[in-house]
């Protein structure tokens, strides 16, 4: 996939001289004075240190850039909705699909708890690969392999804003249902590989115009990442069981190719020929 530059995006002019930074700054510096809110008020309720929101704050007059978790925090906690506060990206936007059926959400979740049983024998099977592995690549970390399996199995990250972590998740969901790798999204989004893995794990505050980026190059309102309400949350629950379903899938051929690297391990080395080998050695 070609790379698009971040200029000739549609969501680029909304950044110009800043001008998207300090709209937002200006309206909800203004409506914080608005309903009586102090600084330090504000900063209790959201969770956004005073120094934050005053660099937030200032914004109004000099457009610096602020992080989406800024934005996440003090719109929720002034209960306002993102969906008024972020303007569309300029891009397409597409509907998302229609909601799972409750026989298949039931099928899912039968066949998840199936799975949950198979995790000691997938966390032995990682070791048993990396045996094998280690006969071409001997550098290969059998206790490195395990622990990434058990992170990843941990998709909750620990001292990372719940805000990061829904943008992450749905960010991810929006991806794989789109399939693309996440090279794909980074090329079409214009962001740096490397912060599409941490973003996605909810380990990295990006800037808003990021979020824009990354909004406009998966067809959805930028306001979605950030949205709080319930209607969202059932949304990226839907999203989520669908790209699971999709991983679910994907992962097939591979299994396949696994039981067939197996078959060629059992063909080639039989128990009297590794000893004839070892004898002759």
Excluded: C
Excluded at 196 to 216: D, K, R
């Amino acid at each position: 996939m070609a790379k698009k530059p971040k200029e000739t995006q549609a969501n680029a002019r909304l950044f110009i001289d800043s001008l998207l930074y300090k709209r937002i700054s200006t309206e909800l510096t203004e409506h914080r004075k608005n309903i009586g809110l102090t600084v330090k008020r504000l900063s209790l309720i959201s969770g956004v240190t005073v120094t934050t929101i005053k660099y937030f704050e200032s914004s109004r007059e000099n457009g610096k850039g602020f992080s989406v978790g800024t934005v996440a925090g003090l719109i929720k906690a002034m209960k306002l909705d993102p969906m008024k506060i972020l303007p569309p990206h300029g891009g397409s936007i597409d509907e998302f699909p229609p909601k799972l059926t409750a026989s298949k959400v039931k099928l899912l979740l039968q066949s998840t708890e199936n799975l949950k049983t198979f995790k000691p024998q997938i966390l032995d099977l990682i070791r048993s690969l990396t045996d094998v592995a280690r006969v071409v690549k001997p550098d290969m970390d059998a206790a490195l392999a395990v622990f990434t399996a058990e992170e990843t199995y941990n998709v909750s990250p620990q001292n990372s804003l719940e805000s990061l972590i829904t943008f992450g998740r749905r960010l991810r969901s929006l991806r794989i249902l789109k399939e693309w790798s996440r090279a794909d999204l980074a090329n079409a989004a214009s962001v740096a590989l490397g912060s599409i893995f941490v973003i996605e794990a909810g380990m990295q505050n990006p800037s808003l115009q990021t979020l824009y980026q990354l909004a406009e190059a998966l067809n959805v309102h930028p306001a979605f990442f950030i949205r709080y309400d319930d209607v969202a949350a059932k949304q990226q629950i839907d999203l989520e069981r669908r790209a699971a379903s999709m991983i679910a899938g994907d992962q097939i051929s591979q299994v396949s190719d696994l039981l067939a690297t197996l078959e060629y391990i059992r063909r080639t080395t039989s128990p009297a020929d590794a000893m004839k080998d070892t004898l002759t050695s």
